[in-house]
């Protein structure tokens, strides 16, 4: 398998802000934003029957001269003169839906800063739950995703996550183990990117040691959602990605009354909004500082800008 392999993806067109409007899409909060439903759905079908003709009219009912096409744990003819074997067959496991998710998420109109005709904004994003890999089956560990992103100079990154405060995965645990390990406190999501020198190292490249550093790049061309500028000089945007969004600017780092945690836990579960950036050709590798954990996983991703 190639180092480089990747999960099976589905790529998503998703309709602009002004398509939904055009059809008719309620809008909010000003007509900024369009509140969509995204419903996700595992299901398993089997050949032992015809799935496309066979329903719930077929539920065995001897009284109506119904029989099932399938049987639990059916004894089936072999011939040989035997009274039969017995088929290990659990008929609720016969076309039935595993998984069922409803998530809500958010569309709204491209920033002007960003309305360049034919600009992409490409979106980093983050994967998996807290836990090992057996507690958190038949998901995934924590991971950038896509964890290898090829993209262009005058391509815009929009880097964005969610998290949580209540991620207990206690009894019942699905088809996994109860647990969650991980780091930090028990039952929260946190996550954050700052930059390695090479994609095997396991610890980030101090910004003041190495000033030819992927933000010192970036430079002003560093952005929040709404295309206010973050900063002249990287540092503040950063920032903002080392503390998921705790300290957005150098000043309010400096101005806190309080240490700042390690481990993340006094920082905000989502970076909501995330921060958009735009990167020189080069090739930039990252990690996730408080995730990327040598019994569990490894959270590291890298960037290849032409």
Known sequence: MSAVGQPNHYNWTLPSFDELVASGVKTYDGDTIARCVFRLRYNISTDDYNPWSINSTWDNNPQKGIVSPVQENPTVDVGADLQGLRLAVNTAQFGRTF??????????????AFSTAGQKIINLRVRGKRGNIVQTYPA???????????????????????????HHNGNPAGDGQAGQ?????????????VEMLNPDDNYPKPLDKYPDNMFQRVGSQCWDMNGNAMGNSGIDCALTLATSGQFRTIAQAQAATTNFDPLLNDAPASLIGGVVMRLPT???????????NFSNRSQKGTLIVA
């Open 99 to 112: 998984q069922d998710r409803t998530h809500v998420f958010y569309i709204r109109p491209r920033p002007a």
């Open 282 to 292: 080069g090739q930039y590798n990252y990690m996730c500082t408080r995730n990327n």
């Open 140 to 166: 995934v560990e924590y991971d950038f995703t896509p964890n290898r992103l090829h993209l262009t100079s005058s391509d815009l990154l929009h880097i964005q996550w969610t998290g949580s405060n209540t």
């Open 181 to 193: 390990a991980g780091e930090g406190n028990g039952g929260t999501d946190r996550q954050n990117l």
